[in-house]
């Protein structure tokens, strides 16, 4: 049987959620020049896919936390699979902004959130770890709980690794970079050439292609 990492990625590359440029680097806004781009919010245009992603993601959540209480999501790509995912599970949800806005009730995080509330986050995508911890941040300064997170798709940069070690936050995912260049390269969409560029890229991104 096929695993849910691959199947995922099977999916991603289907919908043109991820895309594949060796040749043609994409440049991400840290400056990182990139064989690869991953868009995951082209997942809600996709019924099947989406509703592929809620489940796995609902499960996966529920069977590692039982206890939590609340889902949230991190603003903006993992709101709507936040959403989908606790609807599934029937938790209450909210959502984490990057920043407290600067009207209204100035608030990071939106929703009801009582203190000690124990929390599972959702992230999209996970590439550095910085902005998923500062959500994760946010929530403890708030007063949750948070019990770990779970993403829909990570690189697995060791530097997001050795962050989320550091903030003592467990993380899993439903698919990954080495799962999804196993996938490209059994459906025939990548070479043994560019299979060997996209693990190099993968190894040290902030240097790649300068």
Known sequence: ????????????????????????PFTWASGWRSPIYCDNRRILSDPQTRAFVAGE?????????????????VAT????????????????????????????TKSQIEGNLPAGSKVVVIEDLVSTGMSSLAAVEALREAGADVLGMVAIFTY?????????KEAGVRLDTLSDYGSLIEEATAEGLVGPAEAETLGKWRLNPAEWNR
């Open 57 to 73: 993601l609902a499960m996966k959540a529920s069977e590692l936390y039982p206890e939590a209480g609340i889902v949230a999501g």
């Open 1 to 24: 049987m096929e695993s849910t990492d691959r199947k995922l990625a099977a999916r991603l590359l289907g919908i043109g959620a991820v895309l594949l440029r060796p040749e043609e």
């Open 156 to 164: 697995g940069f060791d530097i997001a690794a050795e962050r989320f």
């Open 77 to 104: 790509g993992a709101i709507a699979h936040g959403v989908l995912a606790a609807d599934r599970m029937g938790k209450p949800f909210v959502y984490v902004r990057p920043k407290p806005k600067d009207h209204g």
